[in-house]
């Protein structure tokens, strides 16, 4: 079968496109024809083993894959982990879930591993309360235009997002923002403050880290929460509990497959964001579609900022 594999980490050259025996599904997996693979921030990470999950080479990466599962016939989105960069993928059947008649296989997969994050933002990492203000970074990519659009269902009362151009920031403001600010570090604590009508913030959803980080967190109001999903740019953060006692704040991490052992974490959360996609309040940015021997080059553009939304390789291109 077709497929990317890493024999070394480095940068985007390290996708290799080769030919590989098909994998085997061990007990409780299952084997998945591939049609749509996700690309994520996080695999760029992988590429380098800098991600919170270290890597163990030779690797074909990707986590999330959509397809027609070979036991049953069935459209599935599954959650792999790694060996998504191909034709073929096993799965556990536990992350394996049917794709409903009225979606897509891209708004499907986008819903998936990105989806499934910006649902948890909201309900189990900030705990969103009615009528809380709620800053989303990277309001036009894959996890921040779903969380923009999933304001309403949580009660936000004030959705401010932020992106890296008027472009971004235009869409943000289609998707349901209330206002759109841009992301610079500079200056970006002031325009937050000025975005939520000159008070602090009740919940920001935070993924580059290093000054974004630093600027989000002055911006909380008492008792506001800062919830971390990603670190994008690399950069430290140094943070004292003086700090944390003296303001009232929180910071919060979270990473989704932290709760693979919870009943119902994915499964609950995923029926609910299909079924308000098929109802229409829920619209998949599908932001660039490349072949499987492209995969480098989408790396490439994910890390350039030049993307929006969700990121997909075609194994039928």
Not at 40 to 53: E, K, Q
Not at 280 to 296: C, D, K, P, W
């Amino acid at each position: 079968m077709r497929a990317i594999q890493m024999t070394e980490f480095g940068g985007p050259e390290v996708l290799t496109a080769v030919e590989l025996p098909l994998p085997q599904p061990g007990p409780g997996e299952v084997l998945i024809k591939v049609a749509l693979a996700g690309l994520n921030f996080a695999d760029t990470h992988t590429r380098t083993n800098s991600y919170v999950r270290k890597a163990t080479l030779p690797l074909v990466p990707g986590g999330e894959v959509a397809g027609i599962r070979q036991d049953t016939g069935e459209r599935v989105v599954a959650l792999v982990g790694s060996g998504g960069y191909a034709e073929y993928a096993t799965a556990p059947e536990e992350l394996t879930f049917p794709i409903p008649g009225s979606l897509d296989d891209g708004t499907a997969l986008a819903l998936l591993l990105q989806g499934l994050t910006a649902w948890h933002l909201y309900r189990t990492a900030g705990h969103v309360a009615e009528g809380e203000s709620v800053v989303v970074h990277s309001a036009a990519g894959g996890v921040g235009s779903l969380a923009v659009q999933l304001a309403p269902a949580f009660g936000v009362g004030r959705l401010i997002a932020t992106a890296s151009s008027p472009e971004k920031r235009a869409l943000a403001i289609e998707l349901g923002a209330d206002v759109a600010v841009d992301v610079a570090a500079d200056g970006l604590t002031e325009r937050l403050l000025e975005a939520n009508e000159g008070r602090g913030l009740d919940v920001v959803f935070e993924m580059s880290g290093g000054e974004v980080f630093e600027a989000s967190y002055r911006a909380l109001a008492p008792f506001g929460r800062l919830v971390v999903c990603g670190i994008a740019s690399q950069q430290p953060n140094t943070l004292t509990s003086g700090s944390l006692l003296r303001h009232s704040r929180a910071v919060v991490g979270f990473y989704l497959f932290a709760g693979i052992e919870r009943p119902g974490f994915f499964g609950d959360a995923l029926r609910e964001l299909f079924a308000r996609a098929a109802r229409g309040e829920l619209r998949a940015i599908v932001g660039g579609t490349y072949a499987l021997e492209q995969a480098a080059q989408a790396h490439i553009d994910l890390r350039a900022r030049r993307t929006t939304g969700k990121l997909l390789l075609d194994l039928a291109a």
